[in-house]
């Protein structure tokens, strides 16, 4: 029971992470709120799915592909959509809204309404510990973990992840230091696009694949990001691990637990936020408490 | 007589005729009564009662949105309220006069719980807060399955009425006097009511608004209890006109739907979110009518959406009313935009075509 939760937890919250990172990187440096992040994770999960199915090529192929188009996708959407509205917020939530449920509507033209899936990237599983993991689920938290350490070394490290970071602080002064604000937003906004693609790489032949799957996961990616603190890369890293293991202990614990899995972590998010309005992680300003 | 008559017509002819945006409201409801004497076909009928249905609604979430507070689950006051009529009305039998005001004060209650978050969070972090509860609240539907009806939802509900057009003048007079309730209440220029100055003051800068000595946290209530109150009475209406009482009016989507619509329309406006309602949701009925039309329907209102919003960002009701009106400089009273003059001052009204 234990063991299962731990692993489960681990796998779903590791999903979690790095959807939400890249949710939260693109919220914090151009203030887009991309209800569309899912979306980016459904279009990979589809695109894995016709190249190993139409294309007959190799996972590794299927997946370069996936990342690939994925990233074109969200860069023109950022371009021709977002940027153009970018001051009125509640317009880029219902622009964004309004792409998820065109690719919902493509996805169910295109092939009917039913499950599918994507067969394992590698099969078998080893006994670790006395428990029987599979394959699947220690390569998926062991991606998850190497690209969340790449992220953090991309954005500490290097002079571009100076440059997002400094956009995200304060986009006026970053502009004045001699940054192109613009360019490095278009950055971020690949690099997120690039991050739901890799969690679908990671996690499609474990999830079914279905035109209204964005849903359910971008509910949990948003209370993970709310409750990590917005914009805080770490606080998002945190919240989908709190949400993931409440999800998957609700699972297995509570019997016919499947329907209440979205509630019970929902209700934890409102419950810390009403103690911490800031969310674990976030800066509060002095002067903005009420 | 006759002096009062030409009184009238002289008044209405000042506040009326002369204001683009109160001579399209007219024109509008003028249109909604004469309607039904053309056609009376259940289907355009259903889709005229469904739409004013969804207008309360929208309005509802509008007036929360002029205090600045975005709601991503307003579905939870539908939802609830339209439970709640539900099974007041199966298990005691009272007629829809009763069921409908009860609903709408069970959302008030609901609504007075889930605004105590909102006491102390904001912008994002409120609206993220506000989607919770609509799942929450599903989830409990499915954990009383006797008592809810589960996932098939309640049926064996009264309907409004037998005939189809006694449905759809009761839809629509409580539409109209609800609209104009919430537009009068969130109305910044008005000088009788206050509380559209003080929720549009919340909106713009909760700190000045308490230093200028308003109780902010007992405005923001008020604001989510009419709110809440209006949408329970559109998901009362709503459970009786289709006669279940079901999960699906509490789905996060639906909640969405809410937000395309008055964004679509005009936020912050309460006009905006019925005139966005009045255009999208017939559009999207009448593509239906095509064999195609079942298919492409939501990628065509998604379309439209996009590019409305791309090239009139603050909304469509907004837009047109920035065309079609000018206000004077002098004595900001507002005119045709085909004017030379102000109608009131006389004030040339386009300084910079005259060069």
Same mark, same amino acid.
């Given at each position: ?20 990172? &890249? ?6 440096? +151009? ?65 964004? /809204? ?50 969340? /350490? ?42 997120? *696009? ?45 919240? +989908? ?9 609700? %699972? ?13 972590? $929902? ?5 810390? $936020? ?17 | ?10 008044? #209405? ?10 001579? #399209? ?81 069970? +959302? ?44 098939? &939802?309640?049926?064996? #509900? ?43 003051? /919340?909106?713009? =800068?909760?700190?000045? *608004? ?6 902010? %946290? ?25 006669? /279940? ?26 006009? &905006? ?48 009313? =920035? ?33």
């Amino acid at each position: 029971m234990l063991e299962r939760i731990l692993i489960n937890g681990l796998v779903i919250s590791g999903t979690y992470a790095v959807l939400a990172v &890249g949710f939260s990187l693109i919220f914090g440096v +151009a203030k887009i709120f991309n209800m569309a992040h899912t979306v980016l994770y459904m279009a990979a999960s589809y695109i894995i799915f016709f190249s190993l199915n139409s294309l007959g090529i190799h996972y590794v192929f299927a997946s370069a592909l996936a990342i690939l188009l994925t990233i074109i996708f969200g860069i023109l959407c950022y371009k021709f959509l977002f940027d153009r509205v970018k001051v009125h917020e509640t317009a880029v939530m219902i622009i964004s /809204i309004s792409v998820a449920i065109i690719c919902q509507e493509l996805v169910l033209m295109t092939l009917d309404g039913s499950y599918r899936g994507v067969p394992s990237f590698i099969v078998g599983s080893k006994e670790l510990m006395g428990v029987s993991v599979l394959y699947q689920h220690m390569f998926v938290v062991l991606g998850c973990i190497i690209t969340l /350490i790449g992220l953090w070394i991309l954005l500490t490290k290097t002079f571009l992840g100076k440059a997002i970071r400094a956009v995200a602080q304060d986009q006026e002064i970053a502009n004045l230091m001699g940054i192109d604000v613009s360019r490095v937003c278009l950055i971020a906004m690949g690099i997120s *696009a690039g991050l739901a693609a890799i969690a679908a790489v990671l996690s499609a032949p474990l999830e079914p694949l279905y035109p209204a799957m964005w849903l359910q996961p971008l509910i949990l990616i948003l209370a993970a990001v709310v409750l990590g603190g917005l914009g805080s890369i770490k606080g998002s890293v945190y919240g +989908a691990l709190i949400l993931g293991f409440t999800e998957t202990i609700v %699972i297995t614990v509570i019997p016919g637990g499947s329907f209440l899995r979205g509630a019970v972590s $929902l209700l934890a998010m409102v419950i810390v $936020l009403i103690f911490r309005p800031e969310g674990l992680f976030g800066v509060v300003f002095e002067e903005e408490t009420l | 007589m006759i002096y009062h008559l030409r009184w009238m017509w002289q008044w #209405i002819l000042g506040e009326v005729f002369s204001r683009p945006g109160r001579l #399209i409201a007219m024109l509008f409801f003028l249109t909604l009564f004469i309607l039904p004497v053309f056609t009376t076909t259940p289907s355009t009928l259903r889709f005229l009662i469904l739409a004013a249905i969804y207008a309360i609604f929208a309005a509802s979430w509008d007036l929360l949105a002029v205090t600045g507070q975005v709601s991503l689950g307003q579905a939870l006051f539908f939802g609830s309220a339209g439970y709640t009529a539900a099974l007041i009305n199966i298990h005691f039998g009272f007629p829809i006069w009763v069921t409908v005001p009860l609903g709408g004060l069970s +959302a008030v209650f609901i609504g007075l719980i889930a605004g105590m978050p909102a006491l102390r969070l904001r912008g994002f972090y409120l609206a993220l807060v506000t989607l919770a509860f609509p799942v929450i609240f599903t989830g409990i539907i499915f954990i009383f399955p006797e008592f809810f009806g589960g996932e098939m &939802g309640l049926i064996g #509900i009264d309907r409004i009425s037998k005939n189809r057009v006694i449905v759809y003048y009761t839809v629509v007079l409580v539409m109209m006097v609800s609209g104009f309730i919430m537009w009068k209440l969130s109305d910044a220029s008005s000088k009788i009511i206050r509380t559209g100055i003080i929720f549009h003051a /919340i909106r713009e =800068d909760e700190i000045a *608004a308490r230093l200028a000595g308003i109780n902010t %946290i007992r405005y923001k209530l008020l604001a989510y209890a009419i709110s809440a109150f209006f949408a329970g009475i559109a998901g009362g209406l709503y459970i009786h006109f289709m006669r /279940i009482a079901g999960p699906s009016s509490l789905t996060v989507f639906f909640s969405f739907q809410v937000l395309l619509w008055a964004i679509f329309g005009g936020k912050g406006t309460i006009y &905006g979110a019925i005139a966005g309602v009045y255009i999208l949701f017939p559009m999207t009925e009448y593509i239906m009518i095509y064999e195609w039309g079942e298919n492409f329907r939501h990628i065509i209102m998604s379309l439209i959406l996009i590019f409305t919003l791309l090239f009139m960002p603050e909304g469509i009701s907004v837009w047109i009313l =920035d065309k079609l009106g000018i206000i004077c400089r002098r004595c900001k009273v507002v005119n045709f935009a085909n004017r030379k003059n102000c109608r009131a001052c006389r004030a040339p009204l386009h300084l910079e075509n005259q060069k």
